[in-house]
């Protein structure tokens, strides 16, 4: 049974930071390649951040310079290290896994910031 958990979120200022983690289980981790979602009310779940098997990673320019991902794969866990963080990066955020046809879901941690 594959389980993807995340934990990390809350309420932070704006320009604060917060450290998101998603401890993965049941699949063969190193070779997933793994990303974080986010989803705020009444818009569609966007990627922002994605991390590969050889690690290269790829953000979108709304992230970019403030968002970190990273993963140890000896912990089977993916990281987010969210920085200068802003009242628009509200959002529940979700942990993906993907391996060919195969994708993954965690259930999703809420991110609030405040102004």
């Known amino acids: 049974q594959v389980q993807l958990v995340e934990s990390g979120g809350g309420l932070v200022q704006a320009g604060g930071s917060l450290r998101l983690s998603c401890a993965a289980s049941g699949i063969i981790f190193s070779i997933n390649t793994m990303g974080w979602y986010r989803q705020a009310p009444g818009k569609q779940r966007e990627l922002v951040a994605g991390i590969s098997s050889a690690g290269y990673t790829n953000y979108p320019d709304s992230v970019k310079g403030r968002f970190t991902i990273s993963r140890d794969n000896a912990k089977n866990t993916v990281y987010l290290q969210m920085n200068s963080l802003k009242p628009e990066d509200t959002a529940v955020y979700y942990c993906?896994?993907?391996?060919?046809?195969?994708?993954?879901w965690g259930q999703g941690t809420q991110v609030t910031v405040s102004s």
């Open positions: 993906n896994a993907a391996f060919g046809r195969y994708t993954y």
